[in-house]
């Protein structure tokens, strides 16, 4: 039930019917006793500021932002964490006072799922990201503030993968390759193409992943997709689907919001478990 003291949050996208968000936030607001609901919004195409402004009419206090408006949700926020302005996108918004504060909690999300729940260590080690898209972007920034050895970005078109490693040259070592070029085995393959939708894989040598690779896959389905079936024949030592991520980047975005952090171990086994 909604209260009257009950803070209202949810998430926005097109199509938005799938999104396990609501479960999550609620999972976590029961955790924590926080007096929140949280709703799912779909926004029809052009639709996006309209349903913004109605959103924060009724009282509306933070939304998280999905396919297709992390672009849309960058550009009307009034303020922008760091993280957000080097990502170009917004997956967090909140109504503070006069301003709507946007960030991007995608990022830190996977680099906790990577670090916290897997245990793997960055440091040090080789890393290929695969895809040069929205997703790929946000993730570059908070991989190499972890000192890998080296990212190196594969993606079809490899201009669009050039222009990123140019972008974040600054930050550490990080090129651009084509899917042909890529050269020796990988500590850490992250997949974060688009690929997976349509059930392909991204045209990678088998010869990147050896069984000490963990290949991770930014997208979740029910199963593995087709990217982590891929690897599991190949032996990779993990393989692990963007649940996780799912989960953390909730909890980043929960914490700005409330200023309390969940324990995400519970959420991610229920959200596991609706999944399977
Ligand atoms: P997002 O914001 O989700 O990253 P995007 O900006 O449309 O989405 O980027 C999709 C990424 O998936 C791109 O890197 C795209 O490669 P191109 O830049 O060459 O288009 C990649 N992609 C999509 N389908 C793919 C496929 N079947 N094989 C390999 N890469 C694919």
């Known amino acids: 039930m909604t209260g009257q003291g009950t803070d209202l949050y949810g998430v926005v996208g097109h199509p938005v019917g799938h999104s396990r968000s609501p479960l999550i936030h609620r999972l976590f607001a029961g955790q924590t006793g926080q007096d929140m609901d949280y709703v ?4 029809a195409p052009g639709q996006f500021e309209e349903v913004l402004a109605e959103f924060h009419r009724r009282g509306g206090r ?10 849309d949700a960058y550009r009307f926020a009034t303020r922008l964490t760091p993280r957000s302005e080097t990502a170009q996108a917004v997956n967090t918004l909140c109504w503070r006072d006069d301003e709507v504060l946007g960030d991007n909690t995608d990022g830190a999300g996977l ?11 960055l440091s040090g080690r080789r890393v290929l990201l695969l895809g040069a898209g929205g997703a790929a972007r946000g993730a570059i920034a908070p991989l190499l503030e972890r000192s890998p050895a080296e990212v190196v970005i594969a993606n079809r078109t490899v ?44 045209p990678l040598p088998v010869t990147s992943v ?18 982590l079936a891929w690897a599991g024949m190949r032996g990779a030592c993990v393989i692990a689907d963007g649940t996780g991520m799912l989960v953390e980047q909730a909890a980043e975005s929960f914490f700005m919001w409330r200023g309390i ?16």
């Open 40 to 43: 799912p919004i779909d926004a």
């Open 210 to 227: 050896s069984t000490d690779t963990l290949c991770y896959d930014m997208m979740y389905q029910k199963g593995p997709t087709a990217f």
């Open 62 to 71: 933070g939304l998280n932002i999905t396919l297709p408006y992390k672009g």
């Open 261 to 276: 952090r969940p324990d995400t171990g519970p959420v991610l086994r229920a959200v596991r478990s609706q999944l399977s």
């Open 111 to 121: 680099v906790t799922d990577l670090t916290a729940n897997l245990g793997f260590t």
């Open 159 to 202: 201009s669009r993968a050039q222009d990123l490693a140019t972008r974040f040259s600054a930050l550490g070592p990080v090129s651009a390759a084509g899917f042909d070029d890529l050269e020796g085995v990988f500590d850490l393959v992250i997949n974060s193409t688009s690929a997976s939708l349509t059930g392909e894989v991204p």
